[in-house]
């Protein structure tokens, strides 16, 4: 029997409980330790994924000599120092979405994962989605012919999570729906395609719902209660074209809040067929034989995202394969990200 990967923890809010509970599906996979600035929080989460070992101070976890790997659960400007600590001090990495504020300081990340030779593997967890490897599948064997434009749609009616905290203070998290939630169709819309060279992006950011905070009519918030004495300073709806030089575009529209029936799917349009992941059936609509044909693809539906996520690193820590989702890859991903903000300021089109 293979030694156990020892895993630590660092942040204990709602995804560093995903984490734990998709490590404890993994055989090969041992929550050594958790991490939380909050007492109270890091003793309750400790308790209820039996996690022996606790830190309040991540600088203490990562000196355990004990753990083989991370996975960074906390807010997004405490991504880059977090990681790149836990390189110097010899760990694999896994890196919540979005890789972190900006993509210089995604680069700097890059760095210390080359110099400490180790593994790092963004947290980009639809691509685990079933629909969504078969359509990668799909092609890769030239069933879409050449992808020629992209939609991207990602629309909650009233979805703004932690409304006053950290994922509503741009300080603390870069931006609001674009970077919390556009990161995952983003990176879902390049990797299916394989385009991932954006080269201009012409986008507008709105911040519509948010502010005043006490106005802000909800039925369930994640990461919540609200915090009334908070800050909301990030955008609430963003849309936007990217081009990608002269062989496709790709329009998105993304919406922590509007007054629209929720959607959540990235459409892939080719010149042999067309397809949308996210929407149930996953139908190619194509052409067979000289007719004009849906080709549904079968698949199995079954399936913890997170956890197979979590297999594919531990793998690569093995040596067994490669990381589900790449830092160079996240790189990319920042770098548009910078460009749409860039764009919505300057109410230009801007190079990423």
Not at 4 to 25: D, L
Not at 48 to 63: F, Q
Request: proline content about 3%; charged content about 25%.
């Amino acid at each position: 029997m293979s030694k156990k990967i020892k895993i630590g923890i660092i942040g204990a809010g709602a995804i560093g409980s995903v984490h734990a509970n998709a490590y404890a599906k993994l055989a090969d996979a041992e929550v050594y330790a958790l991490c939380d600035i909050l007492p109270d929080r890091l003793a309750e989460k400790a308790a209820l994924h039996n996690i022996g070992k606790t830190y309040e101070k991540y600088e203490d976890l990562l000196a355990d000599k004990e753990i083989d790997a991370i996975s960074v659960c906390v807010p997004n400007h405490l991504h880059a120092p977090v990681a790149i600590a836990a390189f110097e001090a010899g760990k694999h990495v896994m890196l919540e979405k979005p890789m972190t504020m900006s993509a210089k300081l995604g680069r700097d990340i890059l760095a210390a994962r080359d110099k400490a030779g180790k593994q790092l593997q963004m947290g980009m967890v639809w691509r685990q989605a079933p629909e969504a490897e078969v359509v990668k599948e799909a092609v890769d064997a030239g069933k879409l012919g050449e992808i020629y434009q992209i939609r991207i749609k990602f629309i909650r009616r009233r979805g703004i999570p932690g409304l006053g905290g950290w994922f509503t203070t741009k300080a603390m998290s870069g931006g609001g729906g674009l970077i919390d939630c556009a990161v995952h169709f983003l990176d879902l819309a390049m990797w299916t395609s394989g385009l991932w060279q954006p080269t201009k992006v012409s986008a507008k950011t709105y911040s519509k719902f948010g502010s005043p905070m006490e106005d802000y009519k909800y039925v369930s918030m994640w990461a919540g209660p609200p915090k009334y004495d908070g800050v909301f300073d990030v955008d609430d709806y963003a849309t936007g074209l990217v081009r990608f030089g002269n062989k496709a575009t790709m329009i998105f529209e993304v919406a922590w809040a509007c007054n629209a029936e929720p959607e959540s799917y990235i459409e892939l349009l080719g010149d042999k067929g067309g397809v949308k992941v996210g929407v149930g059936d996953t139908t190619i609509l194509t052409e067979v034989d000289g007719y004009i044909a849906d080709v549904k693809l079968a698949y199995n539906e079954e399936r913890d995202r997170f956890a197979a996520e979590m297999q594919k690193f531990l793998l690569a820590i093995q040596g067994k394969g490669k990381v589900a989702a790449t830092g160079e890859e996240g790189v990319v991903v920042m770098s548009l990200l910078d460009a749409i903000y860039k764009s919505s300021d300057l109410n230009a089109e801007v190079d990423v």
